[in-house]
């Protein structure tokens, strides 16, 4: 019933604290670098720039006991099951991000955008955007 | 550099076997039953028939040592880094569905489609489509 998940990479971002984020992509979220560790380089070498990605990022300073919440932090409003949220504390607290390529600045580091989450925030996955 | 998954749910379906899936969601994929494991359920509660949700599998038959491919079983095309392709077969080895919320079963248990992966898959986390 459960799995380990590696982490391939992590997101160099000027967002530092929590406070720095915006609720969702399309809100002022910056650039910021991705960088592939040494063992996964070779899966990225036909990333181009332009490309649209889904990065998958491992919200790390997530809570994981979380079932429900409050919707983009409506304090007042009705709790809903996390489920029907977008909100980072949940069981697994995968961040979903659709982004640009912006550059490749070299064979382990590319830039994107837009992406909203902090510095240092693990990597787990890119897929082509379909 | 690693993290615990915990599985939340699994699939019930009528693809057996990977010979029985389609390569991508759109080519005739069936309809299939999500079932909540007893722990989570609560986060399920506000879930509707017609919702659009983004499901995320962790395709457990994947061999995740994989960083090329050829894309789309093209055994005679170059290989790409398999960030750039769909393959099931990637470091981490999770599947992201579009799918419709076609009925509800019972508080544990929601009919969705379209969705190509084999039955007893595990659901790693549920969101809703932006």
Redesign the interface.
């Known amino acids: ?8 990479g992590k997101i160099h971002s000027d967002l530092k604290k929590i406070e720095d984020c915006p609720l ?1 992509e399309n809100e002022n979220a910056p650039a910021a670098r991705l960088e592939i ?1 040494p063992a ?1 380089t ?6 181009a720039e332009g ?1 649209k ?2 990065i ?1 990022t ?1 919200l ?1 300073q997530a809570n ?1 006991e979380i ?2 919440c409050h919707q983009r932090n409506e304090v007042g409003s009705e709790q ?7 909100s980072p504390d ?3 607290p ?1 961040g ?1 991000h659709t982004v640009t390529v912006i550059g490749i600045i070299d064979e382990r580091m590319i830039k994107i955008m837009p992406i909203e989450v902090l510095d240092d925030t ?1 990597v ?5 955007l ?1």
């Open positions: 019933m459960e799995q380990t998940i590696k982490f391939i969702q560790f996964y070779e899966g990225i070498k036909n990333i490309n990605l889904v998958l491992w790390h994981r079932l429900k809903l099951g996390v489920f029907s949220t977008r949940r069981p697994n995968i979903l693990p787990i996955d890119i897929k082509p379909i």
